[in-house]
């Protein structure tokens, strides 16, 4: 007999319920059984980036965690970075200045950008080389993802300027059907990183 | 690939996780941040058949300083090391190391007592703990015990750790005022594991060197304490002979072995290398230049 969990997550601001074999990997359960393809599989074992996904607001590789361990998290994969029809301001910058070729680096290396760019609203070059070292990218030679990054950050702090909400105006879906129905703000995390970038803007 | 299938259990408190590593001896597996073993399970390199999670385990998410020691529980994460400005003042040498440990999403889940339960003989962690003169705590449900570092890591991952034991907490000496500090690793890719680092520790007393710690990872089976180095330091202040004797006699007698990041002699030089550069830089630490 096969062991299974009951899990419940929310992934994207939606409350997910499933039973799950403790060895489902992470990604796995995103691709597989939420359908959500863009966590992407490279290498499988930690090295490559391209799974990698916002745990509670925080990047992890979901190739080398396992979906049980995300029972009660909050999971925010690309799919989440839009709203309302509207890209993020990391997805505009990747558009703008053509942060990417084939694509198949590029979901992971935007969410590793709205970290980056969390932690530090207005990186230097050399800042956001060191950042994204945790990403491989096999066809951009990385200029055109740094310029995209850079790009980013001029933007959203020049949104932060005029309008201190801006990732949250812009940002991920709500975290809960609740949260959806009283505000159309972002998840916990997301509303987290506005607050953030605020602070360090004003300090 | 993908794991072989497993039992999954997932303690919320740290009596019921003992309860569970004790009734399942050499079953049980504790399953940490996942950073080595789940690489390790997708390559059906490890294939346990129980999987003991202690990422419920909240009481073991600290890093706190009480009595002259830093105390970091098995749940605090590498990424919360790297944050703690409690660490940073109590054992600086210790934040330096992790900071060059993987990249930021691996030690976001990555655990310090993980990484010294694994004893990757590459591993910055150990071989910082090691020139701290750190300390193991082991519980069971028998009981705790504590094991200084250079007892408890006692081959290539492998480690004196009893089936039914889980590493609780690893305990770090604060380092004194007036210590220089530097951790100085070499690898050919930013965020790689390093072909070598080297951890100092120096305690100046009137500008020569009362006490010094130099510990190495990535030329032995295990992180190895540099003697000969720490000897040779003794009374020296920081001239370039002094800091070229002392590299020098870090890697006497060592032979790492070779791997595809080169040979055992590449391996010694770059360890002298880093040692040198360490030492160097925990000077004039401890003279207050940096
Ligand atoms: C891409 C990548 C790059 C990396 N680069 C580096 C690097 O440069 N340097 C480096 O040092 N490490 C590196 N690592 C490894 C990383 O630091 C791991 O986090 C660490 O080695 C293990 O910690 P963990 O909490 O993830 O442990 P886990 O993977 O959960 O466990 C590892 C082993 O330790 C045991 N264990 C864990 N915690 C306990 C405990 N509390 N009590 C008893 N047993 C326990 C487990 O049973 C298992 O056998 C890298 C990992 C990846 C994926
Ligand atoms: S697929 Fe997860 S890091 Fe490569
Ligand atoms: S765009 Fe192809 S891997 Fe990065």
Redo the contacts between chains.
């Keep these: 007999m096969v062991d299974r969990h009951r899990i419940e997550l929310v992934v994207n601001g939606e409350t997910e319920t499933q039973e799950v074999e403790p060895r489902r990997l992470l990604v796995d359960f995103l691709r597989e059984d939420l359908g959500l393809l863009g966590a992407h599989i490279g290498c499988e074992h930690g090295v490559c980036g391209t799974c990698t996904v916002l745990m509670n607001g925080e990047t992890i590789r979901s190739c080398i965690t396992f979906a049980v361990q995300a029972d009660g998290q909050e999971i925010t994969t690309v799919e989440g970075l839009a709203s309302n029809g509207k890209f993020h301001p990391v997805q505009e910058a990747f558009w703008e200045k053509q942060g990417l070729q084939c694509g198949y680096c590029t979901p992971a290396m935007m969410l590793r950008t709205v970290e980056i760019l969390r932690e530090n609203p207005s990186p230097t070059r050399d800042q956001v080389r060191e950042g994204i070292a945790s990403q491989l990218c096999r066809c951009t030679g990385y200029q055109y993802i740094i310029d995209a990054v850079l790009e980013a950050a001029r933007t959203m702090s020049a949104g932060a300027e005029t309008d201190g909400k801006v990732l949250v105006k812009q940002g991920a879906g709500p975290s809960s059907a609740e949260a959806a129905a009283q505000t159309q703000g972002s998840g916990p995390a997301l509303e987290e990183e506005a607050e953030d970038a605020s602070r360090q803007k004003e300090s | 690939?993908?794991?072989?299938?497993?039992?999954?259990h997932?303690p919320s408190a740290l009596t019921e996780a003992l309860a569970v590593l004790d009734e399942l001896g050499e079953e049980g597996r504790v399953l940490a941040g996942?950073?080595s073993l789940?690489?390790l399970?997708?390559?059906r390199l490890a294939q346990p058949t129980h999987?003991v999670?202690i990422?419920r385990l909240d009481e073991l998410d600290y890093i706190r300083r009480d009595d002259g020691v830093l105390a970091i529980g098995a749940r605090a994460r590498q990424?919360a090391l790297e944050r703690s400005q409690e660490a940073r003042g109590a054992a600086p040498l210790l934040v330096e190391a992790v900071a060059q440990v993987?990249?930021?999403?691996?030690r976001?889940?990555g655990t310090v007592c993980g990484s010294v339960a694994h004893a990757d003989p590459a591993a910055e962690l150990p071989a910082a703990l090691l020139a701290l003169d750190a300390e193991v705590v082991a519980s069971s449900r028998q009981g705790e015990r504590r094991i200084p570092i250079h007892e408890f890591i006692s081959g290539p991952f492998t480690t004196t750790l009893a089936p039914g034991e889980l590493v609780r907490e690893v305990r770090v000496p604060v380092s004194g005022a007036g210590s220089g500090y530097a951790f100085a690793e070499f690898s050919p890719r930013?965020?790689d594991f390093a072909v070598s680092g080297a951890a100092v520790l120096l305690q100046l007393e009137a500008g020569r060197v009362e006490r010094a710690s130099v510990a190495l990872c990535g030329v032995a089976g295990m992180p190895v304490r540099a003697a000969g180095a720490e000897q040779s330091l003794r009374g020296a202040r920081g001239s370039e002979e002094e800091l070229e004797a002392a590299a020098a006699a870090a890697v006497e007698g060592l032979t790492p072995s070779a791997d595809l990041h080169g040979g055992s002699a590449y391996r010694r030089r770059i360890a002298r290398v880093c040692v040198r550069r360490a030492i160097n830089l925990a000077f004039s630490r401890a003279r207050g230049g940096a």
């Design positions: 690939m993908k794991p072989a299938p497993f039992a999954y997932v996942g950073q789940v690489p399970m997708n390559f999987l999670d990422n990424s993987a990249h930021p999403p691996v976001h889940r930013h965020g």
